[in-house]
């Protein structure tokens, strides 16, 4: 049987890939100290590698495909395909960000300020990379962790991974400059995305994680309305697309189903009722494919 050797991300980026990979029909179970999870697909071979290292083993074809940061395959330099950018993170459904950060009370105020400082990092290549581009002459060195922690007593400066800034904020850090933006990104191997079969695969992954993703931020509303009062209600209601009408056995009335973002219903229900639907019911949705 032919098998898709896949990496998923251990530590910061697992559970939420784990979420995803079961919304997208994918059931992964592992113990805490197992790296060759079980999961529903005997086509698909997982192991848990950690995101820093994924990109390597990928072009290495130790794995036909895995899921990691941009930053990551950036940072190792890697040559793997990029198939899917898949916007979610930790913490939510935004991108990540590599952020310069000094000491509230530092006197710098720009990376050129920075010149010939002590920099930690555990991004070292990219960081040496963004000095170099901009003739600042800086030490970087590698940081094991607690990376906030470091400035001023060991070093001047770091670039660290941020979602949200809270935990720079805690640490009387601010941010003078972001070095990039980074997403979850699905790669592949070279060779394996010429293999055909692997490459089926692979792109039937993409497509439902990312079907996943979209749903996140979705959900469908149901509702009966009645016919005389129909165009007061669809001039209300966002959509995907048309909004699917369809007759009741009462026939004055229609029932109505559509797609639409969640961040809207709060205000959008309400609105609805007052003009005239009834029955209205919002439900969850798993995957949404455009």
């Known amino acids: 049987m032919n098998k898709l050797k896949l990496g998923l991300p251990k530590g910061s980026l697992q559970e939420t890939t784990l979420q995803m990979l079961k919304k997208a029909g994918y059931n992964v179970s ?3 100290r197992s790296y060759f999870p079980v999961i529903n697909d005997e086509e698909i071979q997982p ?3 950690r995101a820093q290292e994924m990109s ?6 130790v794995l036909d495909a895995g899921l990691t940061g941009k930053d990551w395959v950036m940072e190792n330099g890697s040559d ?12 939510g459904l935004r991108p990540v960000k590599w952020v310069l950060a000094v000491p509230n009370n530092s006197p710098f105020q720009k990376p050129q300020d920075l ?3 002590r920099i930690a990092t555990e991004l070292v290549n990219v960081t040496r990379e963004y000095f170099k581009k901009k003739g600042v002459p800086v030490t970087v060195e590698f940081s094991w962790g607690a990376t906030e922690a470091k400035a001023p007593d060991l070093v001047d400066a770091i670039v660290e991974l941020t979602e949200t800034g809270s935990s720079l904020r805690a640490n009387n850090l601010r941010i003078i400059d972001v070095l990039l933006e ?3 990104k699905l790669v592949a191997n070279k060779s394996s995305w010429k293999d055909a079969w692997k490459k089926n695969k692979i792109e039937n992954l993409a497509l ?3 079907g996943a993703l979209q749903a996140e931020e979705m959900v469908g509303l149901k509702m009966n309305v009645e016919k005389k009062g ?12 048309n909004p699917t009408v369809a007759p009741l056995s009462n026939g004055s009335w229609v029932a109505l189903e559509t797609i639409i973002e969640e961040r809207v219903v709060r205000d959008l229900i309400p609105k609805l009722k007052k003009a005239g639907a009834e029955g209205i019911i919002e439900y969850p949705l798993n995957k949404v494919i455009p």
Request: proline share 2%; net charge positive.
């Open 56 to 61: 390597r083993y990928v072009e290495e074809g």
């Open 47 to 49: 192991m848990l590698i």
């Open 182 to 184: 980074s997403t979850t």
């Open 115 to 117: 010149k010939g400082k």
């Open 30 to 32: 592992s113990s805490s």
């Open 208 to 210: 439902l994680l990312k």
């Open 80 to 91: 793997v395909e990029m198939v899917a950018d898949l916007r979610y993170a930790k913490q």
């Open 230 to 241: 129909l165009k007061k209600v669809l001039a209300i209601l966002p959509a995907m697309k």
